[in-house]
């Protein structure tokens, strides 16, 4: 029956749905079993929090991920998808103040509507291994990697300035602080100093960046790029400016990290900054009031709005001086909130001529301005502009005439001889602050006891649980965690010396668990150890991860120091958890975020009633690259239906067609040279995550395999369904409702996701013609069709013999001929 003449309701994606779904689970398809000895595949998407049913972005981000699942279960690789969920987290503690209910209930019952669209959407993955991260049994091993990092020294607690989320009423790392806002709910932070547990994550720094050379070609630059920027290693010296005795505060030195120490004869002065320890313990008794004063307004400028080179300087004096190493000038120290107290010391010797910071400072402030580096720049105390083109060193004594790298090395050698500095690397990583003052978080399992200090909770006694009698009102934020107030919970007798003591009441930022629950899915259910050393041995590192590039720092970073810490342990045998990343972009919809106050927002529940999971699968991958963002506004999921009951329709003729013996014996070898093509470039493409071609490449497959059913042998040729076997593995991939039906149409036993792609026929890969342009005077004039190993002297002599070109030339003469056999002939007429 002719494509053309049938009707489009003999495709039914709710009848395939229906009659497919839950199959595969309940068939157990994509569950790894014991025993089997093929090489392993691991595919990890990054798990989603359970704020609700799927949306749009998960459409995307997960058919990603499951092509690349299927497509090594094709190619015969014994292959692990997980699925797991991230469901700690504010959003379920702040629906539960708001419902006067428990976290627990909000997380667990949209986990469950997530957990069934999941399911809807035909994904490959293994539930066997389902785990949250809010269950007592994943948690124990949370706490348990915390004391473990905390007998290693990893885990500490200081007294330090802090983000300060004034809504949500807790800290935030540097992270999780985005143009000086929170994250999460857009609130500016403030400061606020508090005794908070930290990761001395700096303690990886090196590796954190060294190590990136396993990671070269495998994941997107730019995500390398970001995790180098904000890990910022930096070599220079460390340089100590004796400050003066004022008063009866006795004289000391005053540290600071430069990277550029050859400037050192241009520091005119000092600045530290305003809320930093050091500031509190230098100023003078005569200047204390000013300072007080100007720290409690400095409060109210992020972190961004502190460090803009355009904002008015502001600052006091400290009423102290220092002396610089290399000059020996007496310069005045300045406290102000343009430094940072958390980089470096916390404390900057100003070079005003080749830093605007510094530039801006010094003009508010009147203090002099001396260049000391020979560029061809105006002068900065006359311009008004820093230089900062590179050159050679002048005003600097040793150091002039030197160009900047030799001038930096004389300079560190001249501060180590007079032992007031030394050369150093210096990061602008900071060691990961993982407090958190909220309730529906993993719980720190540490007891505190006035005698014994900080105690690890006994391992016999993990998890730690959560109490399960606070909900609403009672888990509302008051500057200090919930479980504060939890006396009941939190009174303890000490594990070390049997007294009266309390728990740790913060819970653990929500980075800590996603930083190691990719290794748990090894070895679900395991009760003696986080995970199997064997199973991790077996599976890792992830031969895939997949998702959004807004984790390109935060989780990613944490994630690869977590493994780093493993792997010093021995707990794990690599350095890397992801050989391989993918991030996907975003759906947006008119050019833009999808946003209710917009109104271009699209639920993609209603998509999936209009057009099935098929065509919105397939319209998610076939609109562009899986890293560029894909605007629903220029996509077309009807033209997807209508693609996948044409390939439906080539399956079902060739299956009621009935057997059809070798293909080898086909006559049609036009039809199994597309095929055979189709399956070379799709492995090639499906390797280099091109899906938007493999999805063209079918659509030519089905138009080529139409084409022969209706105007050639028919659909009982032995070409015909073999191009609709490939063209129902294949599409399996993207569309796997439609797929397996096809399957079934075409005889296939068990299901296609078992199936394991043929490899292509070399002999069909090699085209039979191709085509010769044939160009006068640089246009085409004519197309020849010729074979692929033609010589020069033929094809020159097919192209001249070309009616077009004949009747062209006549009564001309051919001053010359160009060949680039087999595909272009190039002809100059003569005069």
Not at 185 to 203: D, S
Not at 395 to 413: F, H, T, V
Not at 761 to 773: Q, Y
Request: hydrophobic share 40%.
């Amino acid at each position: 029956m002719s494509d053309d003449r049938s009707t489009e309701q003999d495709y039914d994606f709710r009848a395939l749905e229906a009659k497919w779904g839950g199959s595969w689970e309940e068939a157990k398809v994509f569950e790894p079993q014991p025993g089997d000895t093929r090489e392993r595949r691991y595919v990890v998407d990054m798990f989603p929090y359970p704020s609700g049913d799927l949306h749009m972005g998960h459409a995307e981000a997960y058919a990603i991920g499951d092509v690349a699942s299927r497509f090594w279960r094709f190619k015969g690789y014994n292959v692990l998808h997980p699925i797991g969920w991230d469901s700690f987290g504010l959003p379920a503690e702040n629906a539960a103040i708001k419902n006067g209910t428990h976290p627990a209930e909000w997380t667990y019952k949209n986990i469950e509507v997530q957990a069934g669209s999941f399911k809807r959407y035909g994904l490959s993955l293994d539930w066997s291994r389902r785990l949250h991260t809010s269950d007592p049994e994943f948690y124990r091993w949370t706490q348990w990697l915390f004391l473990t990092f905390f007998k290693k020294g990893l885990a500490y607690r200081k007294d330090s300035p802090v983000n300060w989320c004034p809504k949500d009423q807790t800290v935030l790392a540097n992270e999780q602080v985005v143009d000086g806002a929170c994250e999460r709910c857009g609130t500016l932070v403030t400061k606020k100093k508090l005794n908070q547990w930290y990761f001395k994550i700096t303690e990886y720094a090196d590796r954190l960046v060294d190590d990136m050379d396993q990671l070269e070609g495998h994941w997107p630059d730019r995500v390398l790029l970001m995790q180098k920027n904000w890990i910022g290693r930096s070599h220079g010296a460390n340089v100590r400016f004796a400050l003066e005795a004022a008063g009866d505060q006795p004289a000391r030195d005053i540290e600071v990290f430069t990277t550029r120490p050859d400037t050192l004869f241009g520091a005119t002065f000092m600045v530290v900054a305003v809320d930093s320890d050091l500031a509190e313990e230098i100023v003078a008794p005569g200047q204390r009031a000013e300072f007080e004063a100007y720290r409690e307004k400095a409060k109210a400028a992020t972190e961004i709005e502190r460090q803009a080179t355009d904002r008015e300087k502001t600052g006091v004096l400290s009423g102290r001086t220092a002396v610089n190493p290399v000059t020996g000038e007496q310069i005045p120290v300045w406290i102000s909130d343009y430094v940072l107290a958390d980089y470096g010391t916390g404390a900057i010797m100003a070079v005003p001529a080749h830093d605007g910071r510094d530039l801006g400072f010094a003009k508010a402030m009147g203090l002099p301005v001396r260049s000391v580096v020979e560029n061809g720049d105006p002068d900065p105390a006359e311009s008004g502009e820093p230089s900062l083109s590179p050159g050679t060193a002048k005003n600097s004594g040793p150091l002039d005439g030197l160009a900047k790298e030799e001038a930096i090395a004389a300079a560190i050698r001249l501060v180590e001889e007079r032992g007031t500095g030394e050369g150093t690397v210096n990061f602008r990583l900071r060691d990961w602050l993982l407090s958190r003052q909220r309730f529906w978080g993993t719980p720190i399992p540490i007891i505190h006891c006035e005698s014994c200090g900080e105690v690890p909770v006994p391992e016999d006694q993990l998890p730690v649980r959560l109490p399960d009698d606070l909900k609403g009102e009672q888990l509302a934020p008051k500057g200090e965690s919930p479980l504060a107030a939890a006396m009941e919970w939190r009174r303890v007798s000490c594990p070390s010396c049997g007294g009266e003591a309390l728990r740790d009441s913060d819970t653990m930022d929500t980075f800590v668990d996603s930083s190691w629950y990719y290794l748990r899915y090894t070895s679900p259910g395991l009760e003696d150890a986080p995970f199997s050393r064997d199973a991790v041995d077996e599976w890792m590192p992830v031969g895939r991860y997949v998702g959004g590039v807004e984790h390109a720092i935060l989780h990613l970073l944490y994630a690869r120091f977590f493994t780093k810490v493993l792997y010093d342990l021995g707990l794990v045998g690599f350095t890397e958890p992801f050989s391989s990343l993918l991030n996907q972009g975003q759906v947006i919809n008119q050019g833009k975020a999808m946003s209710k106050s917009l109104g271009n927002g699209v639920n993609l529940g209603e998509q999936l009633e209009l057009f099935g999971v098929d065509a919105v699968r397939l319209t998610m991958l076939f609109a562009s690259p899986p890293e560029d963002d894909v605007d629903w506004a220029d996509v077309s999921p009807t033209a997807s239906s209508k693609f996948l009951a044409r390939a439906w329709r080539v399956a079902r003729d060739a299956g009621q067609a009935g057997a059809a013996g070798d293909p080898a014996d086909s006559k049609d070898t036009a039809l199994r040279r597309v095929t055979h093509q189709t399956l070379a470039q799709a492995n090639e493409l499906l390797e280099q995550s091109k899906f938007n071609v493999v999805v063209a490449k079918l659509m030519e497959l089905t138009n080529a395999a139409r084409k022969s059913i209706d105007s050639g042998a028919g659909a009982g040729d032995p070409a015909v369904r073999e191009a609709a076997m490939v063209l129902t593995q294949l599409l399996s991939m993207f569309a796997p409702y439609t797929a397996e039906d096809m399957h079934e149409m075409l005889g296939g036993e068990g299901f296609v996701a078992n199936t394991r792609l043929p490899e292509p026929d070399p002999s069909l890969l090699v085209a039979d013609t191709v085509t010769a342009v044939v160009q006068v005077q640089g246009k085409v004039r004519a197309k020849l069709e010729v074979s692929p190993d033609v010589s020069e002297a033929e094809l020159e002599e097919m192209a001249l013999s070309a009616p077009p070109i004949v009747r062209l030339l006549e009564g001309r003469s051919v001053a010359k001929v160009i060949v680039r056999a087999p595909k272009l002939v190039s002809i100059v007429p003569g005069k």
